[in-house]
């Protein structure tokens, strides 16, 4: 059993960030992730759900609008985010889990204060930008054996302003990124609906370093809901030997990326790693 093994103090959890895209009738990553924890890996996993909050946006009459990658949250906007990504989304992927025998709990940032945030963009409206990040929740559901099923919310610092404590809504790419930084993880996965981070070409890059990776975020060719997930992969990598970007729609993609057989972009924290 999976719990057997998570009181090893020097287990690494892996951090898998799941895209809504990504869920398909062909996607196994649910599946995928029931297996890790009964072969005893410790795994923590934030979900997005964008394409549902945009639809229940529109259906209230909210236009969704993104400004480099990231959604921009007014007050109606975010009720709309907390209910779908910490209530709709979150239970019934907990649901889903324990229904292909697994075990998981759903949590947001909120929980616990787990992922604090401020608003260091007025423009984007009730988006935090992580300031910091407390493992204690999720290190507990870990050694109890559990699956922690992440919504990217967290909550307002305490600071003062008229907003401390308030939820805000974070990209989930940053926000598992930050877990992964935060908790030394073994490996950060993002499942996604893309091949790959692609080079001016359209091709996939199959393997990149740091220093590689930060010219690339730079020079512009890095686009969209892709510019969060690889400055995410670069946080991870200041603590992780290594992080995957992959298409999440393939069958068994989350397996045969742990086991070393990633079909996307692998990122490594150094050049060496890079060049094997």
Known sequence: MAGDLNNNPTKKPIVVKIGGS??????????????LQQEGEEVVVVHGGGNVISQWMQQQGLAPNFVNGLRVTDAPSLEIVVAVLGGLI?????SLIHEFGGRSVGLSGVDGCTVEAKIANPDLGFVGEVTDVNSDLIRAMLDAGFIPMIAPIGVHVR????NAGSPLNINGDTVAGELAYALDAEQLVFLTDVTGV???GGRVIRRLDRRRA???SNSGVIQGGMIPKLSACLKALERSPVANIIDGRQPGALLE???GNSTGTTIVSDSRSARG
């Open 214 to 216: 930060n010219i690339l």
């Open 159 to 162: 600071d003062g302003s008229e």
């Open 257 to 259: 990326c742990v086991r």
């Open 90 to 94: 979150n239970k019934e992927l907990v």
């Open 198 to 200: 692609m080079d001016g």
């Open 22 to 35: 990504t869920l398909g009738s062909h996607d196994t990553s649910l599946k995928d992730l029931v297996r």
